[in-house]
C-alpha cells in the first residue's frame, strides 16, 4: 500500500507525518472525529437572539438546532468511516459534496474540516456508491477500494482491492466476512459497511416507486429496508420531512432489536409501530379462533364494512321547508332524493358526504332565491346550510357513523351481520365471524386483534386516513389482506418497501403470493426483487433447514450462503427425561463462545424450559432486552422468533414447534424460522422424531 500523499487543508495530518500506513489511517480518524466534535459544538454554541422574530419562530428553530446537535453526536461504538475510495481521475466538486481530489473515506455521516473540505463522506452521496457497486469487471474509475477493520472501537486492520489492476487476482474480502461474523451483542446492527451491490441496488431504489423484497433468511432485508429508508431521507429529506415515514414491524420484540440502526446512520425521527399499534382504536383483549381470524382478515370484509356504513342512508318523505324572514323555500322529496343519490354515487368517504350534504340542499334553496330576483351570496348558503330544517333532514338521511360502534353491530347482530354480507359471505362464514357472546358495548367488548382491523378500515369508510410519504412494511407475509389494506391507506399518496419470505408465513392468512400482497396493499404495480444469497446464516444450516422448502413454499429457490462454515450444525437425540439438563448444558456449552445465544422452543415448553434455567443458575433475557457481555442467553418463544438472530441458537424440540401450530404446514413454517436464526451454530436437541423432511 502506497502512503496518503499529504492534502493541505483538506485533510488534518499530524504535526510529524508518519511512514505507517495504518497509523496515518488512525490519525485521520482522530481528526474525524476531532472535526466532528467541532461541527457539534458550532451548533451548540449559536445564539438565536438576534436572529428569531417571534417566541414561535425562536422556538421552532431552537427545535431544529437540538435535531441537529443529536444527529452530529459521535457514537463511541460506531465507526465513523468504514472504507476508502481512491479514484483514477479528480471527481467534480458538484458530485463530491465539495470537495475535489481523489481520495474519499466512506462513512456513515458527512464530516468536514474548518474550512468545510470534507473529511469523510456520507455513505448515501452518489460519489459513495462505487464502494458497494465497483467490481473488476466495472471499477467504475476506482483504482482502490480499502476497508478498514475495527475492533472496540479502535482501527486494527486494513484491506485494498485494487480494483484497476488486472494482474491483483479476485479474492473474497477477510475483513467484509470477519464483519459479517463478528458476534452480535446488543441490537442489531447496521450493515453499512457489508452492503452488498444487488442490496445497494435496491436502498439506492427511486422515492417514488414501491419495492417488494422477497429474501431468504440470512439475505439482509430487514437492514436493508432500514438503510433504504436512511437513504431516502438523505435523498429526499425536505419530501419526506414533510410526509413522514414510519417503520411497520411484527412485534415490539423486533422493533426494539431494530431500533438503534436509524440512529446509528444519523436518522432520529423515524416512527416505528406494529400494525396492531396502527389499528388502536379500540383495546384488544380477546382472540379468534383460525377459522374467525382468516375470515375477518380477508379482503371481501371491505365490502361487507363498506355496505354497513352506508346502512343507515335513507331517502326522504318529506320536503325540506326553509324560512328566512317572511319568505318559505321549499325543496322537494324529487330534489333531497336526488341530491342523495348524486352523493351516495361518488367516490368519497362517508363523512365528506355527510359534510356536503347540507351545503347541497342549501344550494339548491339559494337557486330558487335567485330565480326569484333575490342576490344571495356564500355566506347565505353557509347559513341555509346551518339551517334547523336543513340539519334535521341531513341528520335523518344521512346520520353520523361511529365506527367501533358500527362493528360491534356488525359482530354481534345476526340480522344486519346478513343484510350487509349477503352475497358476499355464505351463511356458515356469518357465522364464524359473529361474537361467541355478543359486546355489550364498545368498552366491554372482547375485541381481537382481527376486529381492530375491521374498525379501522371502518374508520377509513367515514374519514380518509392520511398518507406518509414512505412506509417500511418488514414480515410482510404473516400480514392478513385486510392487514394490508390497513398499512396501505397509510402510504396511498407515497411508496412503500415491502420485506418478507413467503417461506416464513406463519399466520392462517399467511400470504400465499406477493402480487395479492402487493394489490390488497394498494400498490399493484410495485417491483418485487428477489434475494437468495446468505449472508448471515451458515450454508450448512440454511441447507439442512432449505430441506423443508418443499413443504412449505414450493416456489422458492433454495437460499444459498456465502459463508461456509463446518461443524456449524448439530443434532442430538435425548431420551425425554434428559430434555431440561441438555438443554442446559447446550446453553452453557453455546455461551462459551463469543456474542449472543437464544434457545428457541415452543411457546408450551417456555416455563419448564426458564425453571431449568433458574434452577441451575443460568440468567436469562426475554426478547426485545438488550444482551449485554453479561447477560447474553435470550429464552425465546418459537412464535416470537421471527426476525431476530443470535450468534448460536439452541433449538428445543422440534415437534413441540411444529404441534404448537393450528396445521402441519404453519408448524413447518415456524420451525423453518427457529431453524435459520444462527449465524455462527445451531444445536438441535429432540426426544421426539425430527419430521420427515429433514431426515
Not at 1 to 27: C, H, K, Y
Not at 543 to 560: C, D, K, M, N, V
Not at 639 to 662: H, M, Q, R, T
Request: hydrophobic fraction near 40%.
Amino acid at each position: 500500500m502506497r502512503p496518503l500523499p499529504a492534502q493541505p487543508g483538506r485533510f488534518a495530518v499530524p504535526a510529524t507525518p508518519t511512514t505507517d500506513p495504518l497509523q496515518r489511517e488512525r490519525d485521520h480518524l482522530a481528526a474525524s472525529r476531532s472535526a466532528l466534535r467541532a461541527m457539534r459544538e458550532d451548533v451548540q454554541s449559536l445564539d438565536l437572539r438576534d436572529v428569531t422574530g417571534t417566541w414561535v419562530s425562536a422556538a421552532v428553530l431552537q427545535n431544529q438546532i437540538e435535531a441537529r446537535i443529536a444527529a452530529l453526536a459521535d457514537l463511541s461504538h460506531t465507526p465513523l468511516f468504514f472504507g476508502r475510495l481512491d479514484y483514477l481521475h479528480t471527481i467534480s466538486e458538484e458530485l463530491s459534496e465539495g470537495g475535489g481530489g481523489e481520495n474519499f473515506y466512506i462513512g456513515r455521516r458527512h464530516v468536514h474540516d474548518a474550512d468545510g473540505d470534507p473529511m469523510v463522506i456520507d455513505w448515501r452521496a452518489p460519489v459513495s456508491q462505487p464502494f458497494y457497486r465497483a467490481s473488476r469487471t466495472a471499477p467504475l474509475d476506482v483504482e482502490r477500494r480499502r476497508r478498514f477493520g475495527y475492533t472496540g472501537g479502535e482501527l486494527t486492520a486494513y484491506e485494498d482491492e485494487h480494483l484497476s489492476d488486472p494482474a491483483e487476482a479476485d479474492t473474497a474480502s477477510a475483513l467484509l466476512a470477519a464483519e459479517i461474523e463478528k458476534p452480535r451483542v446488543g441490537p442489531m446492527r447496521d450493515i453499512v459497511a457489508t452492503i452488498q451491490p444487488e442490496q445497494d441496488e435496491i436502498v439506492r431504489s427511486d422515492v417514488t416507486g414501491t419495492i417488494c423484497v422477497q429474501g431468504a433468511p440470512g439475505t439482509g432485508k430487514t437492514a436493508v429496508g432500514l438503510h433504504r429508508v436512511a437513504y431516502l431521507l438523505y435523498a429526499h429529506r425536505e419530501r419526506l420531512a414533510r410526509t413522514g415515514t414510519l417503520v411497520i414491524g411484527p412485534n415490539n420484540a423486533f422493533l426494539s432489536y431494530i431500533e438503534q440502526v436509524l440512529p446509528a446512520l444519523g436518522e432520529l425521527d423515524v416512527n416505528q409501530a406494529t400494525v396492531q399499534q396502527l389499528v388502536g382504536h379500540v383495546e384488544v383483549r380477546g382472540e379468534d379462533d383460525p377459522q374467525a381470524a382468516r375470515l375477518k382478515g380477508d379482503a371481501r370484509m371491505a365490502e361487507v364494512l363498506r355496505r354497513a356504513v352506508r346502512a343507515g342512508i335513507t331517502l326522504p318523505t318529506e320536503p325540506c321547508v326553509v324560512v328566512r324572514g317572511s319568505r318559505r323555500w321549499r325543496v322537494q322529496v324529487h330534489e333531497l332524493t336526488a341530491i342523495i343519490e348524486e352523493l351516495k354515487g361518488r367516490d368519497v368517504r362517508y363523512g365528506a358526504a355527510r359534510d356536503a350534504l347540507p351545503q347541497r340542499i342549501a344550494h339548491t334553496v339559494l337557486l330558487k332565491m335567485e330565480q326569484s330576483g333575490e342576490a344571495p351570496d356564500d355566506r347565505v348558503q353557509d347559513a341555509v346550510a346551518r339551517n334547523a330544517a336543513v340539519k334535521a333532514v341531513a341528520k335523518e338521511c344521512w346520520p353520523a357513523v361511529d365506527p367501533a360502534k358500527l362493528v360491534l353491530r356488525l359482530l354481534s347482530d345476526p340480522e344486519f351481520l346478513a343484510a350487509c354480507a349477503e352475497g358476499v359471505l355464505t351463511p356458515e362464514e356469518q357465522q364464524a365471524v359473529l361474537w361467541p357472546k355478543p359486546g355489550r358495548s364498545v368498552k366491554t367488548a372482547r375485541w381481537t386483534q382481527a376486529d381492530a382491523v375491521l374498525v379501522d378500515e371502518a374508520t377509513d369508510l367515514v374519514q380518509r386516513t392520511p398518507s406518509l410519504g414512505h412506509v417500511v412494511l418488514d414480515e410482510a407475509q404473516d400480514l392478513s389482506p385486510m392487514q394490508y389494506r390497513a398499512v396501505g391507506r397509510r402510504c396511498t399518496t407515497g411508496s412503500a418497501t415491502v420485506l418478507g419470505d413467503l417461506a416464513q408465513g406463519t399466520t392462517p392468512w399467511a400470504t400465499a403470493s406477493w402480487p395479492d400482497a402487493l394489490r390488497h396493499l394498494g400498490k399493484p404495480d410495485a417491483h418485487v426483487e428477489e434475494l437468495t444469497k446468505g449472508f448471515r446464516v451458515p450454508e450448512e444450516v440454511i441447507a439442512y433447514a432449505s430441506r423443508l422448502l418443499p413443504a412449505i413454499a414450493p416456489g422458492l429457490a433454495p437460499a444459498t450462503s456465502v459463508r461456509d462454515a463446518p461443524g456449524s450444525l448439530t443434532i442430538r437425540r435425548l431420551p425425554d427425561a434428559e430434555a431440561a439438563p441438555a438443554v442446559v448444558a447446550a446453553c452453557r456449552e453455546a455461551l462459551e463462545h463469543e456474542g449472543s445465544t437464544g434457545l428457541i422452543a415452543a411457546d408450551a415448553r417456555i416455563p419448564m424450559l426458564a425453571e431449568a434455567l433458574t434452577a441451575a443458575g443460568l440468567p436469562y433475557l426475554s426478547p426485545g432486552a438488550e444482551t449485554s457481555a453479561e447477560a447474553r442467553l435470550t429464552l425465546v418463544p418459537a412464535s416470537l422468533a421471527k426476525g431476530l438472530e443470535y450468534d448460536y441458537v439452541v433449538l428445543d424440540e422440534p415437534a413441540a414447534v411444529i404441534a404448537g401450530e393450528p396445521d402441519e404446514r404453519t408448524g413447518l413454517r415456524r420451525l423453518y424460522v427457529a431453524l435459520t436464526r444462527a449465524v455462527s451454530g445451531l444445536t438441535v436437541l429432540h426426544g421426539e422424531p425430527l419430521p420427515a423432511q429433514l431426515r
